[in-house]
């Protein structure tokens, strides 16, 4: 018996093999929220008056607010006094360098694959490691300030550059968007900070890597990327989370700014603990990711591979604000077992001869339900704004849902809005096809899905296209038979 | 080679093949002819491990293995090969990738080792320009936006880099334009040599003119109810099947 369980225990770790949990001594806020936990993680931070009374803000519109019910999700109700808004791993001083850090951080990260101690890192990639509530470190820095380039934890940012935090921080993602971006203004604890100055092309790629340890814990980041004028940038996300039966909540605001001519390419691989084959455990993903294309000519592209999460609701998109810029969003998003999605873009369209392009694949297995929600909006100004979208969804098995819910809403005649969809099943006929031909059955399902998802995995940056491959292999086990 | 013996197959309960003998020696090319729902095509789906063609009485044994007890993809290692009637498409999966990927399972799955690419490539670009096919199909995807014509030239491509011991073709030359059906009958004979087998499923004389089968058999009903020497399948050119009612076998 106990063999058995056993058995079942490392076929579900091979499955997600993220799912271990690193022991280490954390100092956790008391769980609950009110205004003296948001003032609580603002002093942990020494945060300036300002910043403090920006989440307070926040939190004030928070309590007024309900969340969105809009969806195409079975929402479980979420107790918020029931969650830990800040936890960090115990050290007795900030670490200056990354040989200061805890090596048992270092190994959790090395032991994801991505590791942050001078001799293993990734080449051309620099990589800022988020654990719980707080930054553990960023490689490169050193490199990137040569060039003008600012990557640093969101914290640090605060402390360094408080101007820059000031000017932007908001501007994109305003605290009263929604509900979850209200929570997120008022308890963030860390993330990203991006200064790419004018006409600079970021010397590497950079990503963030966020990792959920403790239980009973909400991560909340915020990431702040700027573009200057000319400039140039390419940036990755990746995430996972030990396994739990318990959900946890992830609850992130993305702001890009991009001014004249600039360019933004944000890609995102995520993988959170989906939950086990019965639905329990996994995280709860709603994000709001939002990029303005402030002035003109100005680019932002979305690449997001959604594999993880119970259930994620997220709808990166972008502000198109000055004149013949283009907004970009490519996404695979898979879900199994009784995973959820409900994801897609909003392309706002403001500027004359903006162009915008919505790629969106879906893949359903299991009991999952999957769904697209996009919005096209043409405002009056647009004069030949372009949008194409294509939506397509892949069924694997009888007993999953996709869904396809675009809205369209156009002020201006000489707009040109195309939309495309289809769905299909994978078909038992492709399934002979590959298996006469000699592979194996599970194979064959990989290989038909990676086809499907061709389109979107040409946007990733070389070595990310190959785990995101990987990992729609990993994440389809035992989807067929 | 192969061995069938009272084959019976259903297909949704309903019984097709309704007790089917043959038998095909190493190196014999075999014609199965027959009129439209006799059960040819049933027979290459049976043969090929399809799921919901059911065996349901008979035994099927190639080389001395029982076929029913093979997963499709081990049927394929074994040296089994299918020519679809109908090649399936699948969207952004590249020809070669597809090809390379289907050749390394089966040779995986016979403990040998995977094929380098230069070999590879060099194997299927010989047998590309054998059926005088653009080079450039190897990145477009699999039978994706394929004429119907390159799309059954494209079987006789995967036949001749995966080497199989026994080809069964479903109406491979259905069509096909003269010019084709050379090609495809040429891709077939270049293949023959005195341990491989065939067998060839078709309603028309003008493949075999090209093929010399060694034995010509007529499936009406889910039976074989007639076979003979090539004599037989220019009677039925000829004739068509009406004369099948007037012989009981």
């Known amino acids: ?481 | 080679m192969l061995s069938i013996q009272n084959l019976k197959v259903a297909v949704n309960g309903k019984e097709i093949l309704q007790g089917l003998d043959l038998n095909v020696g190493p190196g014999e090319l075999h014609a199965i002819m027959g009129p439209n729902g006799s059960g040819k095509s049933t027979l290459g789906y049976a043969l090929a491990g399809r799921d919901g063609y059911e065996i349901t009485g008979g035994s099927v044994e190639f080389e001395g293995q029982d076929l029913a007890e093979l997963e499709p993809e081990e049927r394929a290692a074994a040296g089994l090969f299918l020519a679809f009637q109908y090649p399936v498409e699948i969207p952004g999966v590249n020809n070669a990738y597809f090809l390379r990927a289907a050749l390394n399972a089966q040779r995986k799955a016979r403990g040998e080792e995977p094929i380098d690419s230069m070999n590879f490539l060099k194997t299927v670009r010989e047998s590309l320009k054998d059926l005088k096919m653009d080079e450039a199909l190897l990145k477009r995807a699999v039978n994706e936006g394929f004429s119907g014509g390159e799309k059954k030239r494209n079987e006789i491509v995967q036949m001749a880099v995966l080497q199989p011991k026994l080809a069964i073709l479903d109406e491979t030359d259905s069509g096909l334009d003269i010019d084709a059906l050379k090609l495809v009958a040429e891709g077939i004979n270049r293949l023959r040599d005195d341990k491989r087998s065939f067998v060839v499923i078709t309603h028309y004389q003008r493949l075999l003119d090209y093929l010399t089968p060694d034995r010509v058999h007529v499936l009406s009903e889910g039976r074989i109810v007639e076979s003979g020497g090539q004599e037989l399948s220019k009677r039925l050119e000829s004739e068509g099947y009406a004369f099948l009612e007037e012989s009981p076998s």
């Open chain 1, 1 to 481: 018996m106990n063999q058995t369980v056993e058995q079942v225990n490392q076929v579900i770790q091979q499955r997600y093999k993220a799912g271990f949990y690193t022991d280490i001594e954390s100092d956790r806020m008391r769980v609950g929220l009110d205004e003296e936990v948001v003032a609580m993680i603002s002093a942990k931070k020494d945060e300036p008056t300002w910043l403090l009374e920006w989440r307070l803000k926040a939190f004030a519109q928070w309590q007024k607010m309900v969340g969105p019910d809009w969806a195409h999700l079975k929402l479980p109700a979420i107790d918020f006094q029931k969650i830990h808004y800040y936890a960090a791993p115990k050290q007795k001083n900030r670490p200056k360098s990354l040989d200061e850090v805890d090596p048992k951080l270092l190994e959790t990260f090395d032991k994801l694959g991505v590791p942050l101690h001078e001799r293993a890192r990734l080449a051309g990639v620099a990589v800022d490691a988020v654990f719980d509530s707080v930054s553990v470190g960023t490689t490169f820095q050193k490199e990137l300030k040569e060039a003008g380039v600012i990557f640093c934890s969101f914290s640090e940012a605060v402390q360094e550059h408080p101007d820059l935090v000031r000017e932007y921080l908001g501007s994109v993602v305003p605290p009263s968007d929604n509900y979850f971006a209200a929570l997120n203004s008022a308890v963030f604890s860390d993330g990203s900070f991006v200064y790419i100055p004018e006409n600079t092309r970021c010397p590497m790629e950079l990503s963030t890597y966020f990792r959920i340890n403790a239980r009973d814990t909400g991560q909340f980041e915020r990431t702040l990327i700027i573009a200057e004028a000319g400039s140039e940038v390419s940036y990755l996300e990746g995430c996972t989370a030990p396994m739990r039966d318990e959900n946890q909540l992830h609850a992130a605001v993305v702001e890009l700014i991009a001014r004249k001519k600039a360019k933004i390419k944000y890609s995102t691989v995520q993988n959170w603990y989906p939950g086990d084959e019965n639905g329990k455990g996994g995280i709860y993903n709603f994000v709001t990711k939002r990029g303005d294309c402030r002035e003109d000519d100005a680019r932002i592209s979305w690449t997001q591979v959604e594999t993880g999460s119970a259930i994620t609701w997220k709808y990166p998109s972008c502000i198109l604000r000055g004149d013949r810029s283009a907004g970009e969003f490519y996404s695979v998003a898979l879900t199994h077992n009784h995973q959820q999605a409900d994801t897609g873009t909003k392309m706002i369209h403001l500027g004359k001869d903006t162009t915008s392009k919505i790629i969106s694949k879906g893949i359903s297995a299991g009991h999952s339900n999957n769904s697209y929600r996009g919005l096209v909006r043409i405002a009056k100004r647009a004069a030949n704004a372009r949008n194409y979208t294509q939506c397509d969804s892949l069924l694997i098995g009888k007993t999953c849902g996709a869904h396809t819910f675009p809205y369209i809403e156009s002020a201006n005649a000489t707009a040109k809005v195309e939309h495309e969809a289809t769905t299909s099943r994978i078909g038992e006929d492709q399934l002979f096809y590959c298996r006469s031909r000699g592979l194996g059955e599970e194979d064959a399902v990989a290989m038909i899905v990676d086809g499907f998802c061709k389109e979107v995995f040409k946007e990733l940056p070389m070595e990310f296209a190959v785990e995101a491959k990987a990992l729609l292999e990993i994440s389809l086990e035992g989807a067929v038979g």
